[in-house]
């Protein structure tokens, strides 16, 4: 379980995030919707304790920073480091030895290539990897599908429904609304900081609906008018 209760940000006189209350299950995955800005990275950095902020945040694993694997949405690598390093460094960081690498390396990456020469999905699925390889309790995967292919795109909703089975937290934000409501049990819509809707599966399709009537109305017509 993770706890969170009255969760604010400010980055001097902006306020990002407006009084956070999510109370976060095991064996379900979470959507996080919004547009850009809305402060959904915001929200996962101070999560995982690389923000600090109001309010309070708990979980049945203590200290929660310790038993969480995050996945920004551009992760980030040193400039001569492998692939197979970096999953070392990671699982070193959680006392886990990982001696058996390649064979678990379902994505095919390059892992004796470094991993700064990789491409942007490259990249995302090495940093996926390792966090899968640390065996953490809870995973906030920030833009997961963000510039990857297709077929790692379908791997990646199998992963997430493969940790859900295995009893993990798995909270997932994505701009493609199909990727959230193939592998999500709820979603929270975040707008200006502040969640503005909680959805369970049996109302994705009007959330859906609600949001591509505001994000596009009548602007296509007002391309294409005469």
């Given at each position: ?8 940000k400010?980055y001097g ?12 299950e ?10 850009n800005?809305?402060?959904k ?6 999560i ?9 945040i ?29 999953i ?8 886990k ?7 678990r ?8 290539r ?26 906030i ?6 510039g ?12 997430i429904?493969?940790?859900?089975q ?18 999500c049990?709820e ?13 369970q ?15 596009v109305?009548?602007?296509?017509d007002q391309?294409?008018?005469?």
């Open positions: 379980m993770i706890q969170v209760t009255g969760l604010s400010n006189d902006k306020q990002a995030l407006k009084n956070i209350n999510l109370r976060l095991r064996g379900r995955v979470y959507g996080i919707a919004g547009e800005g809305a402060g990275t915001t929200l996962f950095r101070c995982a304790g690389l923000e600090t902020c109001e309010g309070e708990r979980a049945d694993k203590d200290p929660l920073k310790n038993h969480l694997g995050l996945l920004p949405t551009e992760p980030y690598f040193f400039s001569r480091i492998t692939g197979i390093e970096y070392r460094l990671l699982c070193n960081a959680r006392q030895q990982e001696a058996d690498i390649e064979s390396n379902i994505f095919e990456l390059p892992l004796k470094y991993a700064s020469t990789y491409s942007t999905g490259m990249k995302k699925k090495l940093a996926l990897m390792a966090i899968l390889l640390q065996d953490n309790d809870y995973f995967l920030d833009e997961p599908f963000n990857v292919d297709i077929q790692s795109n379908i791997v990646i909703t199998e992963l429904l493969s940790l859900k295995r009893n993990k937290i798995v909270v997932v934000s994505s701009h493609i609304f199909s990727t959230l409501h193939d592998t049990d979603i929270h819509l975040l707008h200006e900081g502040m969640i503005q809707r909680s959805v599966k049996d109302g994705f399709g009007a959330l859906e609906a609600e949001m591509k009537e505001a994000s109305g009548k602007k296509i391309l294409f008018k005469d």
